[in-house]
């Protein structure tokens, strides 16, 4: 391991209130209750259902991949959002996420996971991911009304929040990085009034073998008379707390009269630019 980058230990710590279980199945790697084995699909793929990015950025970063905090490389790689999946069905929206960690340090500085930030219908919430990033409770579910409400990418050395080299990406017009990346967790100081409830969160880690040893994976169930009911469009974003990587999905839901919600196919496959260098 890099002396640079230190993955943190003790992730029932990190993740005060989240529980741990067995949301993979250790034989197989696949996570239980989903049919998605992560890293079974190679390259980039964007549907409205999942995105994988595993060795791929969505951002052009100033100085290139590979250097520091950038993903690819011995490090920023190791600071990796690989895949995001969706479900809905008609009392639940749950995500997963498969990255590299909870939190990392770089040259002394500790950068976290981000919360999860979920747009539905036009209106903005956030789920807090762990108590260590800003001090809220894990799994609480904030309705998000103005900037104020929400926290920018970490400060330091090994940080993008200062810097002010204006690069294309895959999510819109060319911008810094920081406002690219976009807030990665909900700000300590939002109004108490406006946290609505408590999502589950379930957290494991797996080895998918070689780099992708110690992958970890988390799965957040947001129930939907929290947000509204039934959304008909959903976003759901996030990044790492020094802007290393970032990872989102777009959908129109399509409600049944059953059960399950099925998920439109409005945004087609996205044509892929670069990959990140490998280690």
Not at 105 to 130: E, K, P, W
Not at 134 to 141: T, Y
Not at 249 to 259: D, G, K
Request: hydrophobic share 40%.
């Amino acid at each position: 391991m890099s002396t640079r980058l230190i993955i943190a230990a003790g992730l029932s710590v990190l993740l005060a209130g989240v529980a741990s279980a067995d949301l993979v199945n250790d034989a197989t790697g696949e996570v239980n209750g989903w049919g998605v084995t992560p890293f079974s699909i190679g390259g980039v793929v964007r549907t409205p259902m999942f995105t994988l990015e595993n060795d791929y950025a969505p951002i052009n970063y100033p100085y290139g991949i590979g250097y520091v905090p950038s993903p690819g490389g011995s490090d920023g790689e190791d600071v990796d959002l690989e895949e995001m999946h969706l479900r809905v069905t008609a009392t639940q929206l749950k995500v997963l996420v498969v990255t590299s960690g909870s939190a990392a340090t770089f040259s002394g500085q500790t950068f976290y996971l981000g919360d999860l930030f979920l747009t539905l219908d036009g209106q903005r919430y956030g789920v807090v991911t762990q108590s260590a990033s800003r001090g809220l409770a894990a799994g609480s579910v904030y309705r998000i009304d103005s900037a104020d409400d929400v926290a920018a990418l970490q400060g330091g050395s090994r940080s993008y929040l200062n810097d002010t080299h204006i690069c294309t990406n895959d999510y819109g017009a060319a911008a810094r990085v920081v406002q690219i990346a976009g807030p990665w967790a909900v700000d300590s100081d939002i109004d108490p009034a406006q946290r609505l409830g408590t999502a589950g969160i379930v957290t494991d880690t797996h080895n998918y073998g070689k780099k992708e040893d110690g992958t970890f994976l988390v799965e957040y169930t947001v129930d939907l008379s929290l947000v509204g009911g039934m959304p008909q469009a959903v976003n759901a974003h996030m990044t790492w707390g020094c802007g290393n990587d970032v990872i989102e999905l777009n959908s129109t839901i399509v409600p049944e009269p059953a059960t399950v919600a099925l998920l439109g196919f409005g945004m087609g496959l996205i044509v892929v630019r670069r990959r990140k260098a490998s280690r």
